[in-house]
Structures are given as structure tokens and as C-alpha cells.
């Protein structure tokens, strides 16, 4: 029963009628048997500022943060953990003694995906990632964080992949980084060597979308992963099952990092694959 002394706690977004995140994060105060309540809070972006300003004298508890504020959103909090700034994006944001500190959780819910979907560790892979933005380098962080050996950016705007690899560089020295323009051609000649390949492209929940990808040059021992996610099965991971690959899309890491959000609100773990299972229920069959 929802009462004046619950905590509150949300996920600010727009749009945000869509996310699953309310459905998962009550399900595992439900389960838990800790008091809380999530609800969707539609924020534009001229009104975060604002929004944000209220989290404390409106006594919520924490909140999530989707697109298009985890960037926006960094200065207007107290403290920022060192990942969540090197990755350039809050996520997660918890209230602790009236100060707002951010968090990012999607590097972890990231790697608990690679393990439980894919069953890959990045330690001394090679790794290409497609896209430069928000999501990849949540990514990015994640695979050198835990030692991947080689790091290939391939974006669009090539400057972008190029000052992104300069940064990232500085920061995990143990990992060779590599930036190319978003070209079939330039595909063509990394994909051979890679042990794993990840799309952080925001274009991509249609086939009419979808970048041509040398699928045939991948090696058959080798992973995808689409950071996407939709009800059925994203274009790219179905060509690459297709290809015979093992590849999974983002939800297992939208479950992942919601896990780490509760942890981080509440000091105690999700209850063990239920935010997954309510994901999973989700899902359409075609």
C-alpha cells in the first residue's frame, strides 16, 4: 500500500510512456518486500532543470534518466561517480543527505549481458563497436574496464570516433584503440579479427534502417551484440543469427543496469533474474 511515508523513486524521459522500467523496478519492490514505488515522470527537455531542482524538495528518492538527458543532466547534480563521467552520461541518480549523486549503470548491465546472453568475457578480446555516442561509450568503458585487448570505433563522423579514441586512450592505456569511418569497405577489413561486434547505433529497429554489414567475413566463433532493444528481434541480431552467430539485443542489459539502479536506491539486490523474467513477458512472438 502506497503511503505518505513511501519512497518515491522514478524515471525521468521523452518520451517515457514506453519504458519498461516501471514495470520491472515495482516488481522488485514488490518482491523484495522493500518499501518503494516507480513511476514515469514525462520531463522535456527545457523543464529538466527544474525537474531536477524538485527531486529534493519533493523528497523522491532517486530516479533513472533516459534519453535525451543522461548528458544534460551531469551538471546539474552534486556529485558524479568517475565512470558515469568518463562515460559522459547519468543514468542513475540517488539522493543522499539532500545531495544529488549521479551514477551509470549501463556499463555494468552491459557486461552482466555479455555473460549471461552471450557468455563472453572481453578480457584480451577484440572488440568493434559501431557508433560513438552515449550507449557506446557506456560500452567502451565496460570491455576496457575489464581488459579487452583491442578496441576498434567505427562512426560516421570519423572526428568523432578519432577524439573519442584520443580520450579513452589516456584513460585505459592497457587497451589498443583504433577509429575508422562507418563504411562497408572499412568493415570488410576488421571484421575478420574481431571476437566480438557491438552496434550502439540509434538507427536500427528497422530493416529499412539497418547499416550493410559484412556479415560473411565475421570468424563463426565470434559474438554481436545490439545495444537496441523491441519487442520482437532487432534487424542486425537476426542477420547475425542468420550468419550463425550467437547475438542477443539490449534487453538483457536494460534488466542488467535497472539491478544495479536498485542497488544503488535501496543497498540491497534485486531480487535474482525477476527483472529479467518481466522483460522477457514483454516480448511479442511473430
Known amino acids: 500500500m502506497v503511503q505518505g511515508t513511501t519512497p518515491v523513486f522514478g524515471i525521468f524521459g521523452h518520451p517515457v510512456a514506453h519504458s519498461l522500467s516501471p514495470a520491472m523496478q515495482n516488481a522488485a519492490f514488490r518482491e523484495s518486500g522493500i518499501e518503494g514505488i516507480y513511476v514515469p515522470f514525462h520531463v522535456l527537455p527545457e523543464n529538466l532543470e527544474p525537474a531536477v531542482a524538485a527531486l529534493v524538495p519533493m523528497g523522491i528518492s532517486g530516479i533513472n534518466v533516459t534519453v535525451p538527458h543522461k548528458e544534460a543532466v551531469l551538471p546539474l547534480l552534486d556529485d558524479v561517480e568517475p565512470r558515469a563521467r568518463a562515460i559522459g552520461a547519468v543514468n542513475t541518480v540517488v539522493v543522499r543527505e539532500g545531495r544529488l549523486v549521479g551514477y551509470n549503470t549501463d556499463w555494468l548491465g552491459f557486461l552482466s549481458s555479455l555473460d549471461l546472453d552471450l557468455g563472453i568475457h572481453p578480457e584480451a578480446k577484440k572488440v568493434l563497436m559501431l557508433g560513438a555516442g ?3 561509450r557506456a560500452g567502451l568503458v565496460a570491455l576496457a574496464e575489464r581488459g579487452a585487448s583491442e578496441i576498434t570505433v567505427a562512426n560516421r563522423t570519423l572526428a568523432k570516433a578519432e577524439s573519442l579514441v584520443k580520450d579513452f586512450a589516456v584513460l585505459y592505456p592497457d ?72 547475438a542477443c539485443d539490449g534487453m538483457g542489459m536494460l534488466a542488467g543496469q535497472g539491478e544495479e539502479a536498485f542497488r544503488i536506491w535501496t543497498g540491497s539486490p534485486a531480487p535474482e533474474g525477476l527483472m529479467r523474467r518481466i522483460l522477457e513477458s514483454c516480448r511479442t512472438v511473430d
Open 134 to 136: 552515449g550507449a557506446g
Open 175 to 246: 587497451t589498443r584503440w583504433l577509429a575508422i569511418p562507418l563504411e562497408e569497405a572499412m568493415l570488410r577489413g576488421v571484421a575478420p579479427q574481431v571476437n566480438l561486434i557491438v552496434s550502439s547505433l540509434s538507427a536500427g529497429l528497422h530493416s529499412d534502417q539497418i547499416l550493410p554489414f559484412p556479415w560473411e567475413e565475421v570468424s563463426a566463433s565470434a559474438c554481436f551484440f545490439d545495444m537496441l532493444y523491441s519487442p520482437t528481434v532487432t534487424p542486425m541480431v537476426q542477420q547475425a543469427r542468420d550468419q550463425g552467430l550467437v
